[in-house]
């Protein structure tokens, strides 16, 4: 069965990391992505986040609004100070305190994508400097959905993917460049639609 969702998560290091994922990404990627990466707040350079990425990759990425849709080669980022909660079929926003000293939490998007896809949602996390996303990880294994950690040796900070691990020892340990060529094949190629 073909993965519907990819949720990366990353911390410290990590839009050069999530850059390197997403550039990887075929245009006709056949799942929807959501990303959680902790930011310090409105600096041009945060506001930029998802321009950044959108000129750097094949996929069309923008910034998550509550009820956005989740639609195969789309990649909804979670805005700054918000939590994003994924729901079968779309996203939705909340400002409850933030979880691991992070919003958005890392923890909080992979459990739910967990949640609402079981089997067909996939966990990734890169590099950071704490623990947020192990727990989230864990709970996207225990429902059957591949978990992914970027190779500590390869992370700008390696506490977050080094966490990841111990919560999900099974996780497949991956390169950046090879995250992305494992997603495709996950994924598999969009549908097209029947005309």
């Not at 305190?97 to 967990?114: C, G, W």
């Not at 040796?153 to 020892?169: C, G, Y």
Request: include cysteine; proline fraction near 7%.
């Amino acid at each position: 069965m073909a993965v519907a969702l990819v949720a990366i998560g990353a911390s410290w290091g990590g839009l050069q990391a999530v850059e390197r994922v997403l550039g990887t990404l075929p245009p006709d990627f056949g799942a929807a992505v959501v990303i959680a990466q902790h930011r310090q707040g409105q600096t041009e350079q945060e506001e930029r986040l998802t321009s950044l990425l959108d000129a750097r990759c094949a996929l069309d990425v923008c910034e998550a609004e509550d009820k956005a849709a989740l639609t195969p080669g789309t990649v909804l980022v979670a805005p700054a100070d918000y939590h994003l909660l994924v729901e079968p079929e779309f996203v939705a926003l909340s400002v409850d305190p933030p979880v691991n000293h992070s919003r958005p939490s890392i923890d909080v998007m992979l459990a739910t994508a967990a949640d609402a896809y079981g089997e067909r949602a996939a966990g990734v996390v890169l590099t950071g400097a704490n623990a947020d996303g192990a727990a989230g990880l864990a709970r996207i294994a225990a429902r059957g959905g591949p978990a992914i950690v970027q190779d500590p040796d390869t992370a700008a900070r390696r506490e977050m993917p080094e966490a990841a691990l111990a919560a999900t020892p099974g996780a497949q340990v991956l390169a950046l460049e090879q995250i992305g060529a494992l997603l495709a094949e996950l994924a598999g190629p969009r549908q097209q639609e029947a005309s």
